[in-house]
Each structure stands twice: as structure tokens, then as C-alpha cells.
């Protein structure tokens, strides 16, 4: 299947089959986010994956929709602090210097940023989510090309989820992506043509705009 027909086709799904999902596929769905792309290549996405029923359980007082802990796996989508103290942003700078990507020059400009060099002092910035995004949506790529169904989830308590499945003080739970094979086949929905979500530039009378 082409990548743009998994697109078109890609529905989130709420009710699965009751069917595991072998681990050969959940390593390929894995492996989508360990590929994705993110800022200063940090890599902060962490994942936890659910795969037994005590498991699951364990969590469904966290969550208001059933069908989450109905999948037959759970990833736990999760952000770690650790990725953005000062020794870690700096190895993986160093990789990128290595790899031939980031010139020295560009990477002596991120290493005298101000960054935090314990953990406890780290606040996760506002890219960190968007770089964990993209990852996710690679998997829920992923699993459509697989023939399997999987559904974003936000709509849950964090904390506990955090609390019950003891992890570290260090990672932030984000969201949840219940996977499994679609027992459902929604409709597409409703969305705004091309023509409503692209910009045009306007008009700025012939003036010049200096560059940066």
C-alpha cells in the first residue's frame, strides 16, 4: 500500500478485536518512533508498552474511555527530563557534529546556551511535545500499514497513570495509544478542504524586508 493510501484510510479506532498483536509487529510500530526526526536530535520520546490484561488493568481508573484498556496493547507515550540536561543536549550535538550535519560552529552556539545540569532543574520545553507528536504519528502510521487500528488518547490522569505503573520521577506521561486489530470501520470524518488550511502571503506594498 502506498503511503498515501495508508493516510487516506488511517481511521482511529475504538473498538479492537479480541486478538493479540504479534511482537513482531509492535517492534516495527516501536521502531517508527526510534526513526522519527526531533530537535538537536535529543530523542526524549520514552515508551511503555502494555500488553497483558493485569497490565492494562492497572491503569483503567486513569482512563474515561474503556475501550483503551480494551486494546490487546497499550503504549504509555511518555517525555524524559534527563534528555535535556546539559551533558546529554551535548553528546547528542557532539553525534550530529560527527555525523557531518551540524557544523562546530553551530554546535558551540547550543553549548553556551544556559541549560539546566540536574535533572530536578529541568523544564521540558514546549518542542519536546511536538518532537514526541511526530514520533507517535509514526507509529500510528505504522500500525495502519500493519492493518492495525490505534487511537491518540489525552483524555486521562497522568499522574496516575505515572503512580500506579512506578515510573521514575524523571519521565512525564503524555498520552496513550491503545493498538490492535479494528472491530470497527468509522466513516472518514469531517475535514476542511485544502483550500481552508493553506495560507496565502499578502501583499506588502513592494517593501523590502531586511534580512536576518
Given amino acids: 500500500m502506498e503511503l498515501h493510501e495508508i493516510i487516506d484510510n488511517r481511521r482511529s479506532i475504538r473498538k479492537f478485536q479480541d486478538r493479540p498483536v504479534s511482537p513482531e509487529d509492535l517492534a516495527l510500530i516501536l521502531e517508527g ?16 508498552l502494555l500488553t497483558e490484561k493485569e497490565e ?6 486513569a482512563v474515561v474511555q474503556p475501550f483503551v484498556t480494551a486494546a490487546p496493547a497499550v503504549f504509555v507515550c511518555c517525555l524524559d527530563k ?25 554546535a558551540g552556539y547550543i553549548y553556551n546556551r544556559k541549560m539546566p545540569e ?20 509514526h507509529m500510528v502510521l505504522q500500525a495502519a500499514a500493519l492493518g ?9 490522569n497522568p499522574a496516575m497513570v505515572k503512580e500506579v505503573l512506578g515510573l521514575p520521577p524523571e519521565i512525564e506521561v503524555v498520552a496513550l495509544l491503545p493498538v490492535g486489530y479494528p472491530d470497527e470501520a468509522p466513516p472518514p470524518r469531517p475535514r476542511l478542504s485544502a483550500e481552508e488550511i493553506l495560507l496565502k502571503v499578502k501583499e506588502t506594498g513592494g517593501r523590502k524586508h531586511q534580512q536576518l
Fill in 118 to 137: 540536574k535533572i530536578d532543574d529541568v523544564v521540558i520545553p514546549a518542542t519536546a511535545y511536538l518532537d514526541l507528536g511526530i514520533a507517535v504519528e
Fill in 56 to 61: 492494562r488493568e492497572k491503569i483503567s481508573g
Fill in 33 to 48: 518512533a526510534r526513526l522519527a526526526p526531533s530537535g538537536t536530535n535529543r530523542q526524549s520520546w520514552r515508551f511503555l
Fill in 148 to 156: 492495525l487500528g490505534s487511537c491518540w488518547v489525552r483524555l486521562f
Fill in 82 to 106: 534527563s534528555a535535556f540536561i546539559r551533558k546529554v543536549v551535548e553528546q547528542r550535538m557532539g553525534e550530529l557534529v560527527d555525523a557531518g550535519v551540524v557544523s562546530r560552529e553551530a
